[in-house]
């Protein structure tokens, strides 16, 4: 599990908020990463979840690149996630071939009642191919994502008959160590995201 108090580290990062709710703060700061570094980083929790193609796939098992960037979202949300993938795909785009061989972007559903495989699949496909695609066990989800100081809810029910999904709207990164050490805020653009990437790779 996450080192340190999840829920200190939840009440320090703010990481809880809900799709069609307020947006975070971001952008540059002027230092040169726009991310956040975690320090300490929190230790990612091995537990298996599911790809695209039903396969059990970890965080840590089965990521073995040089960096990983993970967000959690669901494919219903109606504005901060397509906002985030949208930035990830464009990330993706600005990076070479090389850089692009040693990075995994994975997008984890935290809806996964409605999030099948099959779901998730055409959603990550429409942003970028390359992009993985999660789903599983809401409880496993759960454990995962708070290991990473991400909070998971199924909230209120809607006037549409669908549900509000709370969830954290951050990009994180994993490292080689399968440790979480940095975080980007929703708004981050696609050039920041980038920089921040390629200063990590050079770095690691």
């Given at each position: 599990?996450?080192?340190?108090?999840?829920?200190?580290?939840?009440?320090?990062?703010?990481?809880?908020?809900?799709?069609?709710?307020?947006a975070?703060?971001?952008?540059?700061?002027?230092?040169?990463?726009?991310?956040?570094?975690?320090?300490?980083?929190?230790?990612?929790?091995?537990?298996?979840?599911?790809?695209?193609t039903?396969?059990?796939f970890?965080?840590?098992?089965?990521?073995?690149?040089?960096?990983?960037?993970?967000?959690?979202?669901?494919?219903?949300?109606?504005?901060?996630?397509?906002?985030?993938?949208?930035?990830?795909?464009?990330?993706?785009?600005?990076?070479?071939?090389?850089?692009?061989?040693?990075?995994?972007?994975v997008?984890?559903?935290?809806d996964?009642?409605?999030?099948?495989?099959?779901?998730?699949?055409?959603y990550?496909?429409?942003?970028?191919?390359?992009?993985?695609?999660?789903?599983?066990?809401?409880?496993?989800?759960?454990?995962?994502?708070?290991?990473?100081?991400?909070?998971?809810?199924?909230?209120?029910?809607?006037?549409?008959?669908?549900?509000?999904?709370?969830?954290?709207?951050?990009?994180?990164?994993?490292?080689?160590?399968?440790?979480?050490?940095?975080?980007?805020?929703?708004?981050?653009?696609?050039?920041?995201?980038?920089?921040?990437?390629?200063?990590?790779?050079?770095?690691?």
């Amino acid at each position: 599990m996450a080192r340190g108090s999840s829920l200190a580290a939840l009440a320090l990062l703010g990481l809880l908020t809900a799709c069609g709710g307020q947006a975070g703060a971001g952008g540059g700061t002027g230092s040169e990463l726009s991310g956040t570094v975690l320090d300490p980083p929190f230790e990612v929790a091995a537990i298996p979840l599911v790809d695209t193609t039903g396969q059990s796939f970890s965080l840590t098992a089965d990521t073995d690149k040089d960096l990983t960037l993970v967000f959690f979202g669901y494919t219903n949300c109606p504005d901060i996630c397509g906002q985030v993938m949208a930035t990830l795909a464009g990330t993706l785009a600005r990076l070479d071939d090389a850089q692009k061989d040693r990075l995994d972007v994975v997008f984890v559903t935290t809806d996964p009642a409605r999030d099948t495989e099959a779901v998730v699949d055409d959603y990550v496909s429409a942003f970028d191919p390359s992009i993985i695609g999660l789903t599983g066990d809401l409880d496993d989800i759960v454990g995962v994502a708070r290991s990473m100081a991400v909070a998971v809810d199924q909230g209120k029910k809607l006037p549409s008959g669908g549900y509000e999904v709370t969830h954290g709207t951050r990009v994180l990164a994993i490292d080689g160590a399968d440790d979480t050490t940095m975080m980007w805020d929703q708004d981050v653009s696609q050039a920041q995201l980038a920089h921040d990437v390629t200063v990590l790779l050079d770095e690691g």
